[in-house]
């Protein structure tokens, strides 16, 4: 039997995560594909060939999956020409920032939780009227291509990292932003692009890397992002200057963080988020090298330093954008940059017993921002008298986990 071009190529789909609507970004629009009816999207032929494809992709519990996205390129469809697999790749690194940058953190079960893994594209060769298929991984020597497999033979787990994952709602003005950037080849599009690699390997929340090697990433990601280099001083400098002016709190006056080096007295004066970004770039550089810096402070653990990237990364990603006039960031965001100072010198849970403040400290600046005033002239200590309740610190605990 002859099969004509159209209905056979190579599918882009994101297995383990359902976009909640169409969303066309870099080049690529990603679609919501119910498995068991994806001819609305896919056509006829290809469509009935994919839901017999997908049901060999399961969930953690072996149950084959009920939806999943699906990658169209702008310039051929559903077909991904094997030239434009790294456009497709990157359209999915841009989609899993788009969604990221909606994660809430310490917020139980009253947000959608994910993670860069379940927004890892994957390549399938798929011939209509078959039932074979071809599989296309990636190795450091060139990409492996293993064709002839019968969909009976396989099945495909899905990682644990996707277990009680969703996709939140995506921001369209950030869309519209990142598309801006991306016709324009912008700055920010090249700073985003360059460090996203390393955010996204970071927030995979893999069991296979420590927390010390995903806070490495993270401080990669926010020096790619910030076109940094040199050193914690010049690093912490130029995440100062990105944050600018939503700083609130100065180290001098900070309920736990701490600058011990003598060396540099003048830290005591920085705002709190210049301190911790010194810190992770020590981290960093601590990971790499593999060196202790016994002499210079630790306020934060690798997990907090993971968190906090997490939480401001896409914020200095928006601003960015923001200074091209690409986007503007929205009352509950600049809410989120004039809270960080409080967030990092907050109290980060002792279990049950002492939740994270976090929820509570956003929730505080938001309402501020959502009343119209201005969260940078209110009286600092408006906070601190809020929360000045007693929280006990045992001596098991640890100066990290505050």
């Known amino acids: 039997m002859t099969v004509k071009a159209a209905e056979q190529g190579h599918l882009v789909f994101l ?6 609507s169409p969303v066309e970004i870099a080049g690529f629009r990603f679609e919501p594909v119910d498995c068991a009816n994806p001819a609305p999207q896919l056509g006829k032929a290809i469509g009935r060939t994919f839901a017999e494809l997908s049901g060999r992709y399961v969930d953690v519990r072996g149950q084959p999956i009920q939806s999943c996205t699906v990658g169209f390129d702008q310039l051929s469809g559903w077909n991904i ?3 434009r697999f790294a456009a497709a790749r990157e359209a999915a690194d841009m989609l899993a920032f788009v969604a990221l940058s909606e994660q809430e953190f310490f917020d139980g079960w009253a947000s959608p939780h994910l993670n860069a893994t379940i927004f890892r594209p994957l390549f399938q060769g798929v011939c209509a009227g078959t039932h074979r298929l071809s599989i296309i991984v990636n190795r450091r020597d060139g990409p492996l291509v293993s064709a002839g497999y019968q969909f009976q033979d396989v099945t495909f787990q899905a990682p644990l990292e996707s277990m009680s994952t969703s996709c939140p709602h995506l921001s369209e003005p950030l869309v519209k932003a990142v598309n801006s950037a991306w016709s324009k080849s912008s700055v920010a599009w090249s700073s985003i692009v360059a460090s996203l690699p390393a955010f996204l390997i970071a927030n995979s929340e893999s069991s296979e890397l420590p ?12 020096e790619r992002l910030l076109s940094s280099d040199g050193n914690a001083y010049r690093f912490s400098q130029a995440f100062a200057d990105a944050w600018k002016p939503a700083g609130q709190i100065r180290v001098q006056k900070a309920k736990y963080a701490k600058a011990t080096d003598e060396r540099y007295p003048e830290q005591q004066n920085w705002f709190i988020h210049r301190k911790w970004a010194k810190e992770l770039y020590e981290a960093r550089s601590a990971a790499a090298h593999r060196v202790r ?25 928006k601003r960015l954008l923001e200074k091209e006039a690409a986007y503007e960031l929205t009352r509950r965001e600049r809410a989120s940059c004039e809270a960080f100072d409080e967030l990092l010198d907050s109290h980060w849970g002792m279990g049950m017993q002492h939740p994270p403040e976090w929820r509570e400290v956003l929730s505080f600046y938001r309402a501020i921002r959502a009343w119209g005033l201005d969260s940078g002239q209110a009286e600092t200590s408006a906070w601190r008298q809020y929360s000045s309740r007693a929280i006990p610190v045992g001596p098991s605990e640890g100066k990290n986990v505050r």
């Open 15 to 20: 297995p383990w995560v359902t976009v909640r």
């Open 211 to 222: 927390s010390e090697t995903c806070a490495m990433m993270s401080a990669i990601a926010m």
């Open 81 to 83: 020409r094997q030239e």
């Open 293 to 317: 810096h016994d002499h210079l402070s630790t306020n934060w653990s690798a997990w907090q330093h993971v968190v906090a990237t997490a939480f401001a990364y896409p914020l200095v990603a």
